[in-house]
C-alpha cells in the first residue's frame, strides 16, 4: 500500500478503511472530509489537514500534520473552501422535500379552496 493510500484513509469501527468523501487541495495543503456518526446516530462531517512533501535528497515523498509559515495563504484558502462545502452539505441536508402542488392533484383544489377562503 502506498503512503498515499494510507494517508487518505480511516479506519471504520467495523473495522473496514474508509475513503474521504471529499478532498480540497490547494498546493501542497489538502482538507479531506469525513462523514462520521456518532454513537447516537448523528451524522456530521470533520476534516483534517494535511500538507505533502517530497525529499530532494532521496525522493521520497509523504504527508505530514505540521504546516510552515510559508503555508498560510494555502491553509486560509483550503479552510475557506473547506467550510464553505461544509456549509452547502449542511444547506442540503436541511432542506424540506418539495411540498406537493395540492391545486393540482384531483379533488385537492376544491379542499384547499375551502380552507384559503
Known sequence: MTE??????????????????????????????????????????????????????TGKSGYSRSFFASNQSELIAVIQQTAAWLEAQSA???????QPDLASVPGEAAALDSFVN
Do not use: C
Not at 35 to 41: A, I, T, V
Not at 92 to 98: A, G, I, K, L, M
Open 92 to 98: 442540503d441536508s436541511s432542506r424540506v422535500p418539495d
Open 4 to 57: 498515499s493510500t494510507n494517508r487518505k484513509r480511516n479506519k471504520e469501527p467495523t473495522g473496514e478503511v474508509a475513503d474521504p468523501v471529499h478532498v480540497i487541495r490547494e498546493g501542497a495543503i489538502a482538507a479531506s472530509l469525513w462523514k462520521r456518526q456518532s454513537p447516537s446516530g448523528f451524522a456530521y462531517y470533520d476534516f483534517t489537514l494535511s500538507r505533502s512533501w517530497k525529499s530532494m535528497g
